[in-house]
């Protein structure tokens, strides 16, 4: 079992910044690759960003150059820095463990 809780999220104008934090704790296979997703409504839950238990990351093409993902394991969280904001960046913010598919509550981000 694993629990998820984020935190972070808020309303910003565009070119603003945020950071997203999502504290994690239960089985650690589970939690090697952590991952951040977002959705809007009537649309799909898409992938955002990732890192994985060394630290190598994977990033959306629509977020490249704009948001960071980094972890303190021995902190259990993971965070998602987020500059550079646009409209287009607005929806809500997934923490999710990519091995064994945990979700968290979700943390809502809008962009003006």
């Known amino acids: 079992h694993v629990q998820l809780v984020e935190s972070g999220g808020g309303s910003v104008q565009a070119g603003g910044s945020l950071r997203l934090s999502c504290a994690y704790r239960g089985y650690f296979a589970c939690t090697k690759e952590m991952s951040w997703y977002r959705q809007v409504p009537g649309k799909e839950r898409e992938f955002v960003s990732a890192?994985?238990?060394?630290?190598?990351?994977r990033y959306a093409d629509s977020v490249k150059g704009r948001f960071t993902i980094s972890r303190d394991n021995v902190a259990q969280t993971v965070y998602l820095q987020m500059d550079g904001l646009t409209p287009d960046d607005t929806g809500t913010y997934y923490c999710?463990?990519?091995?064994?598919?945990?979700w968290g509550q979700g943390t809502q981000v809008t962009v003006s």
């Open positions: 890192i994985d238990d060394i630290r190598r990351t």
């Open positions: 999710k463990t990519e091995r064994c598919a945990y």
